[in-house]
């Protein structure tokens, strides 16, 4: 009996890439990414814009809305970001803790119960809290353990990974197997390349860092999104987040959706 098929997952970009010009012209940044051929985005931010107004500016470009990066839910904002993102579409909520956050095993778990609140929060109204690492999570550990095994386990089952691979690999992972370890909870995978040494890297073209982007994006069929990420880079931004897509879509590890 033969196995079905697996479909690639869609891709999105992560609006980070385009920060400095959506601080100005949010709006114009999702006409011109919708023009590259991508079909989800990923916020950072409404830069000032109501939740309407985006919403109603990503349905007219025929765009859909994979993911919110947004503070966790938790103390006395928590209504105000639900709010805002319920109102814009996003059903899940991505944000990471600080690299402080992870001086020791203790200071992980206290930061922890800020992301179990959120979830508990955002599972009220019908949402989701994702993680979304950096390089902290495995340059740092606790008695033998990474502190990514550790934030996994003590972490609601209900928060989902979003893994970011060339952090992973900055951190002296290897992402593939990092990604293949997740099973089901790893939702989406953060996409880009560079020479993987620290926050203010600049990115570069797919295949011509040091990252194994393709390797990554193969090794677990659960994952819903593949979003493109190029934090900052010296090549123009929107033929590479172009060429990014192009090259997910050659490979078979992306479909394009019309």
């Not at 196995?3 to 011109?32: F, I, K, N, Y």
Request: aromatic fraction near 6%.
């Amino acid at each position: 009996m033969s196995t079905p098929e697996h479909r690639p997952p869609p891709a999105a970009v992560q609006l980070w890439s385009l920060h400095e010009e959506a601080r100005e012209d949010l709006l114009g940044v999702l006409e011109r990414v919708a023009a590259l051929g991508f079909r989800a985005v990923e916020t950072i931010s409404l830069y000032g814009h109501s939740p309407a107004t985006v919403r109603a500016r990503l349905d007219a470009l025929g765009l859909r809305l994979c993911s919110a990066h947004a503070p966790f839910p938790a103390g006395p904002g928590a209504a105000r970001v639900l709010d805002t993102y319920e109102e814009v579409g996003a059903d899940t909520l991505v944000w990471s803790l600080e690299p402080e956050e992870f001086a020791s095993e203790g200071a992980l778990r206290a930061g922890l119960e800020r992301v179990n609140e959120g979830a508990a929060n955002a599972r009220a109204r019908g949402m989701r809290i994702g993680y979304h690492n950096h390089f902290a999570e495995f340059r740092n550990g606790y008695g033998g353990r990474r502190a990514y095994e550790v934030l996994l386990d003590a972490l609601d089952p209900d928060v989902v990974c979003e893994l970011d691979v060339y952090w992973a690999h900055t951190g002296g992972a290897d992402p593939a197997a990092v990604a293949a370890s997740l099973g089901e909870r790893l939702e989406s995978l953060h996409l880009k390349d560079g020479p993987a040494r620290g926050m203010d890297d600049r990115m570069v073209p797919f295949g011509e860092g040091v990252v194994d982007v393709d390797a990554a994006a193969r090794a677990n069929p659960s994952v819903r999104w593949l979003i493109v990420e190029m934090d900052r880079s010296d090549h123009p931004m929107y033929p590479l987040l172009g060429g990014a897509l192009d090259h997910l879509v050659a490979r078979g590890l992306a479909r394009k959706e019309s």
